[in-house]
């Protein structure tokens, strides 16, 4: 990287290394092991991350850093300022479900390509990267279409980067030291399949890359055959502006078990063109959005320094507050725009933005700043793949500090609920139950609140198939009588299923609910009758299990505004 500028925010500079470090990491790194990854010092890297936990960016499980689902407000601020994610992903979806194969859209950066979307049919073999991540651009289907609109310039630092990087280490989803058969025409799909290395096949596919983008700008279109792992194929075609520039392309992934990349461009490449007409035409269509009110963050950096003294570093959380002025409706921002969407003073946001500049994150276009791609590389990729367990699991353990009885996440799976995260407290006495478990939900409190929130169709249609087996002497097992137990469920927000499921276990639940206000699962507090009364449980356990459900709910909303959330 060239030198930084003299007014660059040197903390700002180190927390970015942090950052990207422990995205390049999958996400987690022992404190000493953030020490060898960014050079720093140990007491550096201890504010740093300091600093980044108030934030709310990661957490510190012990001597670990973890990177936190609220961190994704920087790749949303990206995303929702480009708004290729909102608008194209839908058309993106649908191709995937007709297909029945991955489609991913990918964008321009610098010399290689970086996934904004992915829709991803679920196999036992997946096919697809993360929302985020960086590949070379002569590996890749998109990279040729991106290329040939390259100047000499952009061909010039091609060159360079490839000579000074041979292996490929700025490419960290690159999988590494796996041989593979390249074919040698990349763009008929005459793969040879035969095993040469994984270093011959990458000095394959720099040296015949300008003769792919030549081929990819005569044809419209590019293949890759298997270039980047064994076995994964895919096809590209470019979505262009009205201007005729690529803003994004568009691509189909397979696996060389189910096609070659001949046949795979046979089979697709009608409808993927009709997809990206219908993509460009959607551009051209779209109304221009309402700017999203930032968050004015300068009065709260001020007061957690004052709170935290040295251990916060105030420059570093004003220099990423910088990052969440962009966003939806708001692309290009002014330095005075940035200062005042954010509450800093001009100087420090001219500051941050030099220094964002210097690191890729932010480009100048005249007066105007816009973000880059390159904030994808904070955090996204391994977040982008975060479960409901996962946003729940922090939570859960958080109430069980609180409240000293287990907690655990469920969701519905048939006419049972299921378990998919867990924490148990230490007593002698406790809950014992096992992820994966199933009960039927009928008798359980999370399945209550799972069902009480199904449209009255569908959960009339459940009740009037259900075995209602008298699983305890309290079990509900009059359709009439649990019909209106759900109605209750539903007006009041919470279940309380006193012995039903087992002798001795009371337990409380609430629901936990996506963006779209609907319950894709639930929480619940469980113990033994012995612990707290019924009117215990409503008094003190439901407000600190409503609270967890609802910090679950923000993280989801975070995470899950461009990213498709699995449910296990």
């Given at each position: ?37 960014t050079g720093l010092a140990r007491s550096t890297v201890d504010r740093v991350v300091a600093t980044l936990a108030r934030m709310g960016h990661l957490r510190l499980d012990g001597s670990s850093a973890t990177l936190a689902p609220r961190l994704m407000e920087l790749a949303n601020a990206y995303l929702g300022a480009l708004r290729l994610p909102a608008l194209l992903g839908p058309h993106a979806v649908q191709l995937a479900e007709e297909l029945d194969e991955s489609v991913s859209l990918a964008v321009p950066d610098r010399d290689g390509i970086r996934f904004v979307h992915q829709s991803t049919r679920r196999r036992a073999m997946s096919l697809t990267f993360r929302i985020g991540d960086l590949l070379p651009a002569e590996r890749t289907a998109p ?426």
């Amino acid at each position: 990287m060239d030198t930084a500028p003299a007014e660059a925010v040197g903390p700002l500079m180190r927390g970015v290394a942090v950052l990207r470090a422990l995205s390049d990491a999958d996400g987690r790194l022992s404190l000493g092991e953030l020490v060898r990854a960014t050079g720093l010092a140990r007491s550096t890297v201890d504010r740093v991350v300091a600093t980044l936990a108030r934030m709310g960016h990661l957490r510190l499980d012990g001597s670990s850093a973890t990177l936190a689902p609220r961190l994704m407000e920087l790749a949303n601020a990206y995303l929702g300022a480009l708004r290729l994610p909102a608008l194209l992903g839908p058309h993106a979806v649908q191709l995937a479900e007709e297909l029945d194969e991955s489609v991913s859209l990918a964008v321009p950066d610098r010399d290689g390509i970086r996934f904004v979307h992915q829709s991803t049919r679920r196999r036992a073999m997946s096919l697809t990267f993360r929302i985020g991540d960086l590949l070379p651009a002569e590996r890749t289907a998109p990279g040729p279409l991106f290329a040939a609109h390259w100047s000499p310039r952009q061909w010039q630092d091609w060159r360079e980067q490839r000579a000074a990087d041979p292996a490929g280490a700025g490419f960290p989803a690159v999988p590494s030291g796996t041989d593979t058969g390249a074919g040698a025409d990349n763009n008929t799909g005459t793969g040879t399949g035969t095993s040469t290395g994984f270093e011959q096949r990458v000095t394959q596919a720099v040296g015949g890359f300008e003769g792919r983008v030549a081929a990819a700008r005569r044809a419209g279109w590019a293949v890759d055959d298997q270039l980047i792992e064994p076995g994964l194929i895919a096809v590209a075609v470019p979505v262009r502006d009205v201007a005729g520039a690529p803003v994004c392309a568009v691509s189909v992934v397979s696996h060389t078990s189910r096609h070659s990349a001949a046949s795979l461009r046979a089979a697709v490449l009608p409808r993927l063109r009709e997809t990206a007409a219908a993509m460009e035409a959607e551009l051209r269509g779209a109304p221009a959005p309402t700017p999203s009110a930032p968050r004015a963050l300068a009065a709260w950096t001020s007061a957690s320094k004052q709170e935290l003294g040295a251990e916060f570093v105030e420059s570093l959380a004003r220099g990423l507050t910088v990052l969440t002025a962009f966003g939806e409706g708001r692309p290009e921002l002014s330095l005075s725009t940035v200062a005042e969407a954010t509450g800093l003073a001009r100087a420090t946001a001219r500051r941050a933005l030099i220094t964002l500049h210097h690191l890729g994150l932010v480009a100048t276009e005249g007066r105007a700043f816009r973000l880059t791609p390159r904030v994808l590389s904070l955090g996204c990729p391994p977040l982008s793949r975060t479960t409901l367990p996962d946003v729940a699991a922090p939570h859960l353990a958080a109430l069980v500090g609180t409240l000293h009885d287990s907690a655990s996440l469920a969701v519905l799976d048939g006419d049972a609920i299921q378990y998919t995260a867990r924490v148990a407290t230490s007593r002698i006495m406790s809950v014992n139950i096992t992820l994966g478990t199933r009960f039927p939900a009928y008798a359980a409190s999370m399945g209550r609140v799972l069902l009480a929130d199904l449209p009255a169709g569908e959960r009339a249609a459940r009740l009037g198939r259900m075995e209602l087996r008298a699983l305890t002497p309290r079990t509900l097992t009059s359709p009439a009588a649990l019909a209106a137990a759900l109605d209750e469920v539903a007006a009041q927000g919470y279940a309380l299923v006193d012995e039903e499921l087992e002798e001795g276990l009371r337990s409380i639940a609430v629901p936990v609910r996506g963006p779209d206000g609907r319950a894709v699962g639930a929480v619940n507090v469980a113990m033994h009758t012995t612990r707290r009364t019924v009117a215990e449980c409503v008094a003190e356990v439901l407000p600190v299990l409503r609270g967890a459900a609802a910090a679950i709910e923000a993280d989801l909303g975070v995470v899950g505004r461009f990213c498709r959330i699995p449910l296990s």
